[in-house]
């Protein structure tokens, strides 16, 4: 008796799991984002729903596979033709899976070896470490060999008044996560945190970025900034500047070598990520310090928003123009043209703010590597591949590489999986191979 209860239990659980999973997938595909939105107040429920309902396609394809097995196999009262078919199931599931990563990690190593051969660093050899792998796939908070200091202010006491004192002083602050030893005069990498622009927070411990600081020994600096709808994306945008100037200013309380300096984010973040290097040094967005050194080396941005305002916003699995447009930017063209001197679409759109650079001076933009997952929903992948083809069209093209994460979705670099591994090996290896370029080049080697 308590086996069939237990059993019972056991099959109701996974009868509610598949409804669940197949509501919030309906959700999430057919009812209009406004209304998702005002239904579930924030936009991440629809990252996690879509993370629950492809968790659940196991449950569901086995179940599928018992059904289909019982109704060709009435006489079957031993049950052994339906274990084998259930099996089956399982076995095609974690096949696909496999093949999924095997597709990233061929994707990785070609993406990466493309950039390498562009900006003439060695030809992407690797050696894959197991104990780097075991990092990556076993759930550790912090590397054993890494520090993280702090909540440290970046804003100035006069900045920090203006923007609403102690209340919102956690939102202008940073982490330096570094080696404990040996990282004197290394590279700096600003990681800006995801979100919708509305919640996020840089002590989410996404593992790609402390692989950076333990594995290539550089200096992460993860930033807060204020959010909407108590500022806009102007005032986001320069948060994220005055932190640069932060770490330009301070060389003496992170140790690294401010010459260098690359910019990244997911989401969100990486949208951002992409303005600051789109934006580098322009005095709209850094008043009263117009002098100061805002400019980045490199930029990665990560399945992010870069086209939030164009045609890819309209697309129906995106639906973001209207929220950006009336939430995030918050600014008219006229409002736009008096505090930066140019429409809302020619610096708050990436797309739209790269056309606009004039191709002899494009040569003067930061090289970007471009990171997606294939199977994004959220943010569709479109997004990446507009704009690595507007950075390599033309004349004027930048220089830049392009890394589609097969079978990847949004977010799925928040927790260790073979995934992040390789993009923590390209990642990595891309930006060592900039920094390294670029010592050449000030005649450091």
């Excluded at 409002?335 to 056309?355: F, H, I, K, Q």
Aim: net charge positive.
């Amino acid at each position: 008796m308590e086996l069939s209860v237990s059993s019972l239990a056991i099959k109701c659980t996974l009868a509610a799991v598949q409804i669940g999973a197949i509501a919030t997938m309906a959700a999430t595909q057919l009812l209009p984002r406004d209304l998702q939105i005002r239904l579930m107040g924030t936009r991440r429920p629809m990252v996690w729903s879509r993370t629950v309902s492809r968790s659940a396609a196991v449950l569901l394809l086995n179940e599928a596979g018992v059904v289909i097995a019982r109704f060709l196999t009435g006489s079957d009262k031993d049950g052994k033709v339906v274990t084998v078919l259930t099996n089956v199931c399982r076995l095609a599931c974690i096949l696909s899976w496999l093949r999924s990563l095997r597709n990233s990690w061929g994707r990785a190593e070609r993406a990466v070896k493309a950039f390498l051969r562009e900006v003439n660093r060695g030809s992407g050899d690797h050696e894959i470490l197991l104990s780097f792998l075991l990092e990556t796939v076993i759930p550790e908070g912090t590397p054993s060999n890494v520090d993280v200091l702090r909540n440290i202010t970046y804003a100035t006491s006069e900045e920090l008044k203006e923007a609403g004192g102690e209340r919102v002083k956690h939102l202008l602050q940073l982490d330096v996560i570094r080696r404990k030893k040996g990282f004197a005069d290394r590279p700096i990498l600003v990681h800006i945190h995801g979100g919708a622009w509305h919640g996020g927070d840089k002590s989410g411990k996404i593992p790609a970025y402390f692989t950076v600081a333990s594995n290539h020994n550089w200096i992460v600096v993860n930033i807060n900034y204020r959010l909407v709808p108590a500022v806009t994306l102007f005032e986001i945008l320069c948060d994220c500047k005055r932190a640069i100037r932060w770490v330009r200013q301070n060389q003496s309380v992170h140790g690294g070598d401010a010459g260098f300096v690359a910019v990244s984010g997911g989401s969100a973040g990486g949208h951002i990520a992409a303005l600051v290097a789109l934006t580098q040094n322009d005095p709209a967005f850094q008043r009263g310090w117009e002098n100061v050194d805002t400019s980045v080396q490199a930029c990665v941005p990560i399945y992010a928003a870069l086209e939030p305002l164009g045609p890819l916003s309209l697309h129906p699995l995106s639906g973001m123009h209207a929220y950006v447009r009336r939430v995030v930017v918050k600014l008219s063209d006229e409002d736009s043209l008096r505090l930066t001197g140019r429409p809302v679409e020619e610096w708050a759109d990436p797309v739209a703010a790269l056309r606009a650079v004039p191709a002899e001076k494009r040569s003067r933009l930061p090289p970007f590597f471009v990171v997606h997952g294939s199977a994004d929903t959220l943010v569709i992948v479109e997004h990446s591949r507009r704009f690595f083809e507007e950075l390599r069209g033309g004349s004027g093209a930048v220089v830049a590489g392009y890394l589609e994460m097969s079978g990847m979705h949004h977010t799925f670099d928040w927790y260790r999986n073979p995934a992040v591994f390789y993009l923590s090996w390209a990642m990595g290896t891309v930006l060592d191979a900039l920094q390294e370029k670029w010592q050449g080049e000030r005649g450091g080697l």
